[in-house]
C-alpha cells in the first residue's frame, strides 16, 4: 500500500495557495508519501477524453488499496476535482483524504450558492475532510457536508532550518499580504508603523507605512525576528471569510518569534490568547495603542511564550501530526 499527496503547480509561486501546498508535500515525504503533481491550466479547453487521459497519466502510480490525500482547491474548475476523484475511486479499496485548504466560494464576493454545493459534492467523495477550522466544519455541515471523518488543523507549519535570533523589542507592526484584499492598510494613520510585504506593486496610500515589497521566506522570517508585532486582519470583502480560514500569516509570524495580534472574531483568536501569544482587538487603533503602551518586560513575556510553538511550526511538526492522524483515521477505523 503506498500512500500519495497531491502538489499544486503552475500559480503564482509567490502565492499563499502554492507556498501552503508545497510546505505540506514537504513534510508529507518525510513521512514517505509520493507526490502527485497537478498543473493549473485552462480545464475548459480539454474535451472530457483529453482530461481522462491527463488524469489518468497524473494518477498513473496509485494502485488498488493506496491512500491519497488531495488538496483542494486546485484552482483548477471543481469539475476537475470532481473527474480526479472519479479517476482514484476506480481503484479497489482506495482511501481518499481531502485537505481543505481553501474554500473559493467563501473568498470571493457574489459567488452563487450551487458553486458551493457543487464544491461540497466533491469534498463528500472523500472518506475523510481535514478543515481548517470548527467554525468552517459547521458551516459546510451546514451546507450538506456528510463526511463523517474530520479531522480539524491547529495551525499552518513554515518548515525552516536556520536559527533566528531572538526578536528585540520593537513598536512597529508587520503585516504581509495584499492590500487590495486588506483595505485597513490604506487607511493606515496611526502613530506605529505599519511594515508591508507583498508581492502586488502597492502606492502607499496610508500614513506611516513602510513597504517592503516581497520577501522570500527567508528573508520574511528575518526581517520579523529583528523584533515588532505580527498583524492578522478580516480581509475587505466578503468580510467574514477569516472566521473560518486558518491563516498563512499567523504562523510566519510565529515561526520568526513575535507576537501577533489578530482582529477579534477570527478563527484563530482563542488560541493566540489560550496560549499567550498576544492579542486581540476590536480595531486597528486598538493595535497600535498595544503597541506605543506594551512594556519591554511584557513584550519578552510574550516572546518567550512562543518559543515553543515557533520550534513546531518550523519543524513541521502540526502538519506531521495532521497527516499521520489522517493515515491512523483512515486505516485503523
Ligand atoms: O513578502 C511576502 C509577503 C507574503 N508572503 C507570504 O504570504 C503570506 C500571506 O499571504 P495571504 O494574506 O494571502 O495569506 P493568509 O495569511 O491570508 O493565509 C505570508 O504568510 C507569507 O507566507 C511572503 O512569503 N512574502
Not at 501546498?21 to 477524453?49: S, W
Not at 464544491?119 to 468552517?136: F, K, W
Not at 520593537?170 to 490604506?186: A, D, H, L
Not at 513546531?312 to 495532521?322: A, C, E, P, R
Amino acid at each position: 500500500m503506498a500512500m500519495h499527496i497531491t502538489n499544486l503547480y503552475g500559480m503564482n509561486p509567490r502565492g499563499t495557495q502554492i507556498i501552503a501546498q508545497q510546505n505540506v508535500v514537504k513534510i508529507a515525504r518525510e513521512l514517505g508519501f509520493i507526490e502527485m503533481g497537478l498543473y493549473h491550466y485552462p480545464v475548459e479547453c480539454d474535451t472530457q477524453g483529453e482530461l481522462r487521459k491527463r488524469l489518468d497519466g497524473i494518477t498513473s502510480a496509485v494502485g488498488d488499496g493506496d491512500l491519497v490525500i488531495v488538496q483542494l482547491p486546485s484552482w483548477n474548475l471543481t469539475a476537475y476535482d470532481k473527474a480526479l476523484l472519479d479517476v482514484l475511486r476506480l481503484h479497489k479499496d482506495i482511501k481518499i483524504a481531502v485537505f481543505i485548504h481553501d474554500v473559493i466560494t467563501m473568498m470571493f464576493e457574489g459567488a452563487p450558492q450551487e458553486r458551493l454545493l457543487e464544491i461540497i459534492e466533491v469534498y463528500n467523495m472523500a472518506d475523510l475532510v481535514i478543515v481548517p477550522s470548527e467554525p468552517m466544519l459547521n458551516f459546510l455541515c451546514q451546507k450538506g457536508l456528510t463526511v463523517e471523518k474530520v479531522l480539524i488543523q491547529s495551525m499552518w507549519d513554515l518548515p525552516f532550518e536556520e536559527e533566528l535570533k531572538t526578536p528585540e523589542f520593537q513598536r512597529r507592526i508587520f503585516f504581509s499580504g495584499n492590500p487590495k484584499r486588506f483595505g485597513f492598510v490604506s487607511s493606515w494613520h496611526y502613530d506605529v508603523p505599519l511594515h508591508l510585504y507583498t508581492y502586488e506593486d502597492y502606492k502607499v496610500e496610508g500614513q506611516n507605512i513602510h513597504y517592503g515589497g516581497w520577501k522570500n521566506t527567508t528573508e520574511l522570517l528575518l526581517e520579523y525576528s529583528s523584533g515588532g508585532f505580527g498583524l492578522i486582519w478580516e480581509q475587505t470583502a466578503p468580510a467574514s471569510y477569516y472566521k473560518y480560514h486558518q491563516p498563512h500569516k499567523l504562523s510566519t509570524y510565529l515561526a520568526a518569534g513575535i507576537p501577533v495580534i489578530v482582529q477579534k472574531g477570527l478563527a484563530r483568536e482563542q488560541a493566540i490568547i489560550d496560549y499567550g501569544l498576544g492579542f486581540s482587538v476590536n480595531s486597528a487603533q486598538e493595535a497600535a495603542d498595544i503597541v506605543k503602551n506594551i512594556t519591554e518586560d511584557e513584550y519578552q513575556t510574550l516572546v518567550e511564550n512562543i518559543k515553543n510553538i515557533s520550534f513546531l511550526i518550523s519543524g513541521g511538526f502540526f502538519t506531521k501530526k495532521l497527516l499521520i492522524d489522517t493515515v491512523n483515521y483512515l486505516l485503523l477505523s
